[in-house]
């Protein structure tokens, strides 16, 4: 079988914050269906840079002394099924993990490949029913697709940390409080739910966001606590480049914990 190209973005060789817990590496994949206003990696979304499977390998095979995953991310991954697939299969082959960051518009194909993935980072940006979703990543069915990938992950057990991405006046705390309440419903409340850090540095300059935007550290954690009072979610994390990614509330058998 004749091996693909990988349209590659870009190579991080070690990480410790794209998987809480493991050191990873983080290979970005081009091209997405989306067009979020606020995309961090919109350099990645037009242009091709293919490459050979062997420059992947090459660099798995320098890093895996240090690392305990290899994260796939974009872009979007899966508009490159057979390069996920290749990659994942050569990573756990040399006893790495796989994880995947995905925004959730190929069900389909994350049905098809979730044998070969250990975690699924599923996007949420905005709640899943109305319009909202559609305004945001200018695709009419992005919402439904999202739903029925989220539905797929939790048919199949893989494992599953689902983001929400925020910005003052755009996702909020209204929002962000819809979501979990959804989550809930479509029976995802134990998945960890990580509401993240929007990074002004990083969004292309004509979104339209400026640095009042972003959502400070102390009003992250205000965001994750009303998270966890609006419905029965599990666990709440916030990211922010201040402190990387931290619990900030947590069900247990004996009550609520709060700890990094």
Known sequence: MERPKVNLGGIIHFSTIDWRGKAAMVIFLRRCPLRCIYCQNYNLLEDDDYKDMDVIEDAIRASEDFIDAVVLSGG???????????????????????????????PERVESLHAEIDRIFLDIKMPLNGDLYERLTKVRDAS?????????????????????????????????????????????????????????????????????????????????????????????????????EEVVVRATSAGVANDK
């Open 76 to 106: 979007e991954p899966f508009m490159q099924p057979q390069v996920i697939d290749a990659i994942a299969k050569y990573a756990r082959g040399r006893g790495l993990m796989v994880g995947v960051q995905t925004n959730g518009y190929y």
């Open 144 to 244: 439904e697709r999202v739903r029925k990938t989220l539905e797929v992950c939790l048919h199949a057990n893989i494992e599953l940390e689902l983001v929400t991405t925020v910005f003052r006046d755009l996702v909020g705390a209204a929002e962000v409080k819809e979501i979990v309440k959804e989550l809930c419903d479509l029976g995802a409340a134990d998945c960890p739910y990580i509401i993240q850090q929007g990074r002004i540095e990083r969004i292309p300059p004509h979104a339209g966001l400026t640095e009042s935007s972003v959502f400070s550290y102390d009003e992250l954690k205000e965001l994750a606590q009303a998270a966890y009072r609006a419905a029965a979610v599990k666990e709440v994390r916030i990211r922010t480049r201040e402190t990387g």
